[in-house]
């Protein structure tokens, strides 16, 4: 039992573990403290004084960086509290952009909250000087505009604590203080992972994704393309989000449905590419077994990671899969199998990803991944960016029916759905090695050990008698740790898989944004997942392997996993990349 | 070329030293400043390796703090006192005036590597006020047209025996 305290808070007495701060002690006695910068367990240093509150002590004090102490009495709500947080919140107002109306995150930005919250009556009330800043536009993932930014520190926190990446930070100081990268350079020329982390922990406008609508809206008006749309597992399980519905609402025949009224000429499912990864990277995995191979093998179905690792770890290059990620894959399989079945020529389709996912961005334009000349991908949008083109279109997308995705590459199975939550791809491809390398059905298909949000995770697998040793990790610092213990011989693992967000694609860069203060009380990984759990628990066909779209493209044009053609399409290289560019 | 990389040299001698002690970014700078006379791009990358700090952690500090100056300062530097007593007596004028004659804004230095001007809070000088000083020289009483005949001096090379 844990040292308990008792301190009491606006007249409630609230008993909560020694070391808690005053914020999550006023959470759990259900008293709401205004916060900015604060970000659960990831920034937690009284920057933004938004959290005052009133200890006795000589000054107010910043509920989040506060101490709850035994007999303490604390009030969150006197004139002066809400004096103070006013005007605190008027000076961060004083040097912002407040280009409000046109902004991307209006009415999903925390500083609009609180203005409304707090009851600023005037925006302009410390008009005064402004630096006008570049906006950075030059990475193909992120846009960083610095004339929104409240300097709350929140992505650079989460950069490099969480992701021990560290391309951004605060330079220079006082009115000059901005978040920038070091030497006046660009995030692209930096060695940015481009995993969005920090856009979907931005309180405000000041990160988002590069918008790639436009280009999806020309491809659609064109009627010389024949645009291919596709979706990744972890869009379905957060999409609803966008729309008003519970966060974890799984929405698959709404998207399918939303898709097809858009105006695709075709919606087939990234699923169906997950199902067709499993086919080649357990493929791989047996192979790398039995024949000797590089061992162990990590999964490369994550843009971020790769990247990350070509950058910190480029000696567990020949560790990782020559597997494509699924997207790429099904993009090949459209421009090959599909343009040939459908008589169309490659030139004239593009294939449009939805992700969960801003590193995505990136992937699509690497110039290995693509065949004849023509890229795998052509367009890569998130999940937010596809919320913008169905609310632009005017599709009430609660009311839609559901609809199936278009046949040939449009099945799926459980297996393939739960890539989007960490340990996914690692459970699925288990289920499919368990049964190619046994010959054995195997019976229970769940393998709870690799879910859950835990950073790093480790499961021991029976195979036939033999045991293998296979671990997860997810966010990119957590990796680092993971690989430190694969390479000290701490551990002997056969299987790795690694995701670059925090809790796999449920929580990627793409995904919709929840404020901080909602993550105080839900976590975001866990809700999303049960969407994607929940899915698989409902489907009929569980394993990759026993997909029938998947048998078709094995027996009329990859002939078997690992064949000369599949390496060809299917499986890619990578390369070792410099921290700086320039 | 050798003089530069037994520069590097004693800089990595310096992170050896303070390796995997906390804080060791403070010292390790303020000992590059010492050897280079400025912090560059690439000394801030070799510290950031050597730490194992990122290079935007490294840049944030060496951009905090005023002592650290990330280009390197001219052979002379020209401190204007913009101290409460010098400013009231016009040193504002005489900054001025060095920026407008040298064609460099405050903190900048001149491309021939002279001159560094720069404005600093008092010296402690407030009887001569306004009152500037090059490299450690202190100089009182000063008008802005008195300005040019200094600096020549120390075009002329004059000014460092004066």
Not at chain 1, 126 to 150: F, M, Q, W
Not at chain 1, 246 to 260: C, E, F, H, I, N
Not at chain 1, 272 to 282: H, K, P, Q, R, S
Request: aromatic share 6%; glycine share 8%.
């Amino acid at each position: 039992m844990e040292n308990m305290i008792t301190l009491t808070i606006d007249g409630i007495e609230v008993q909560v573990p020694q070391g808690s701060t005053v914020l999550e002690a006023a959470r759990q006695a259900g008293i709401r403290i205004p916060t900015l910068c604060y970000l659960k367990d990831i920034n937690e240093i009284g920057a933004c004084r938004m959290c005052v509150v009133d200890s006795g002590a000589r000054s107010l004090q910043a509920a989040c960086v506060l101490p709850a102490s035994q007999g303490m009495k604390v009030k969150t709500n006197t004139p002066q509290i809400r004096e103070f947080r006013k005007h605190m919140l008027e000076l961060i107002l004083s040097t912002h952009e407040k280009k409000c109306l046109s902004c991307i995150r209006s009415k999903n930005c925390e500083l609009q909250a609180l203005c409304k919250e707090l009851g600023v009556e005037d925006e302009d009330r410390y008009a005064g000087e402004k630096i006008k800043y570049t906006i950075d536009d030059l990475s193909p993932s992120i846009v960083r505009d610095n004339n929104k930014c409240v300097l709350c520190r929140r992505c650079v926190a989460v950069c490099s604590k969480i992701q021990n990446v560290g391309v951004i930070g605060p330079v220079n100081r006082g009115f000059k203080t901005a978040i920038e990268s070091p030497w006046e350079m660009h995030l692209s020329e930096m060695s940015c992972i481009n995993c969005g982390q920090c856009i979907v922990n931005c309180p405000v406008g000041a990160l988002y994704e590069k918008d790639d609508t436009k280009k999806v809206w020309d491809l659609l008006k064109d009627p010389n393309k024949h645009v291919v749309v596709q979706p990744a597992p972890a869009v379905r399980a957060a999409l609803g989000e966008e729309f008003g519905l519970p966060m974890g609402t799984s929405v698959t025949g709404k998207m399918a449905t939303a898709l097809k009224r858009l105006g695709f000429d075709k919606v087939f499912d990234t699923d169906f590419g997950a199902d067709l990864t499993i086919m080649e990277e357990a493929n791989e995995l047996v192979e790398r077994i039995t024949n000797g191979g590089v061992l162990p093998m990590i999964t490369s179905c994550s843009p971020g990671w790769i990247k990350y690792c070509e950058t910190y770890h480029p000696d567990f290059l020949p560790n990782v899969s020559s597997c494509k990620s699924p997207h790429e894959m099904l993009g090949a399989m459209v421009k090959t199998y599909y343009a040939e079945k459908a008589g169309i020529d490659p030139k004239d389709i593009a294939v449009v990803s939805v992700m969960p996912c801003t590193a995505k961005k990136f992937e699509a334009a690497r110039p290995e991944l693509g065949h004849n000349g023509l890229a795998d991908v052509d367009v890569v949008i998130t999940t937010r960016e596809l919320a913008r083109m169905i609310k632009e279109a005017n599709i009430e997308f609660t009311a839609l029916p559901d609809g199936d995705f278009d046949s040939l590459m449009g099945e799926s199975t459980g297996a393939a759905v739960i890539f989007g939550a960490t340990g996914g791809v690692m459970e699925a491809a288990l289920r499919t090695a368990y049964e190619t390398i046994t010959g054995k059905v195997l019976e229970n298909v769940e393998f709870h050990d690799v879910r859950g949000i835990k950073g790093i995770k480790e499961a021991e697998v029976d195979i036939g008698g033999t045991k293998v040793c296979v671990a997860v990790a997810s966010g990119t610092g957590n990796a680092t740790k993971l690989l430190e213990m694969a390479k000290s011989g701490e551990k002997n693992y056969t299987f790795i898989e690694v995701m670059a967000c925090p809790g796999g694609c449920v929580n990627g860069g793409g995904q919709p944004i929840v404020s901080a203060q909602t993550k105080m009380d839900v976590d975001v990984r866990v809700e999303r997942a049960k969407a994607l759990y929940g899915e698989d628990r409902a489907k009929a066909l569980r394993k990759s392997h026993e997909n029938s779209e998947i048998k078709q493209i094995y027996e009329d044009y990859l002939t078997k996993p690992g064949s000369h053609l599949a390496h060809e399409l299917l499986h890619t290289h990578y390369q070792k990349r410099e921290k700086y560019s320039r | 070329m050798d003089d530069e990389r037994a520069k590097f040299a004693e800089l990595e001698k310096l992170i050896a030293d303070h390796k995997d002690q906390p804080g060791a970014l403070m010292p390790v700078l303020q000992g590059a400043q010492a050897i280079f006379g400025c912090v560059s791009e690439d000394v801030q990358k070799v510290i950031a390796e050597g730490l194992g700090v990122t290079l935007a952690e490294v840049y944030g500090v060496a951009t905090f703090y005023a002592q650290f100056s990330l280009h390197p300062k001219g052979k002379y530097l020209v401190n204007v006192c913009l101290g409460t007593a010098c400013y009231v007596k016009g040193s504002q004028s005489i900054l001025d005036k060095l920026c407008k004659l040298l064609n460099v804004p405050v903190g900048g230095t001149t491309p021939d590597g002279l001159f560094t001007v720069e404005a600093t809070r008092c010296l402690g000088a407030c009887g001569l006020a306004p009152v500037m000083m090059i490299n450690g020289r202190v100089y009182g009483r000063l008008t802005p047209d008195a300005v040019p005949a200094i600096i020549d001096e120390y075009r002329n090379g004059a000014g460092e025996n004066a």
